[in-house]
């Protein structure tokens, strides 16, 4: 009986193990309002300060009833919370480099890209793409603004993918990112195509 008893406790453990299993996708909605929010933010088009994430939503379902219901409950109780995360921007590290972005922007990179000299690539980063159009006295600092700018966005993505707590999504960060720079580019401004060729908008 006891061996009858061990074999019930263990597949009971299996049979609940089985069913915890949580995936937590990227909440790519969510990470398009960030980046809108962002990218406004930067390019004078939208206020300054990031708002708040939005409080974790309730659950759509309702809990189910029954034993097995209630011991599943008390085994992963945020399970359902957990299906649907809000993306989480609003901290210090995030806020910083926004502010550095947004005055590089007015000083540096506007005209850079204006002029045609810099664009937005494929990658979510920006590129020198014909340092001819930058008078050659000025040709340095505009090296030096689009390394730091470009040193800024690499750690706005990896710090939004750490501040959620889920650094396996820098490269999703960093892809919506790209395409809302590219999206929110100026008539004239030059970006890349998937492909890497440089277009004018």
Known sequence: MRK?????????????????????????????????QFVGGVLGEAPGKLAPAPATPAPTQAPKSGPSAS???????????????DLRIQTPAVQAIQARMRTRFATELQGLMESGAAGFTRDGMVALRDPAKVPLAQRAQATIAVADENR????????????NAHPEWEAQIRATFAKTWIERAHAGWYYQDAAGAWQRK
């Open 4 to 36: 009858f008893s061990g074999f019930l406790v263990t597949l009971l453990a299996v049979a609940v193990a089985g069913c915890v299993t949580i995936n937590v996708y990227f909440p790519e909605a969510s990470a398009q309002k960030a980046a809108d």
């Open 71 to 85: 011991l599943m409950n008390l085994l992963i109780p945020a399970a359902q919370a957990a299906e649907i995360p």
């Open 152 to 163: 800024d966005r690499a750690a706005l993505y990896r710090e939004i993918a750490n501040a």
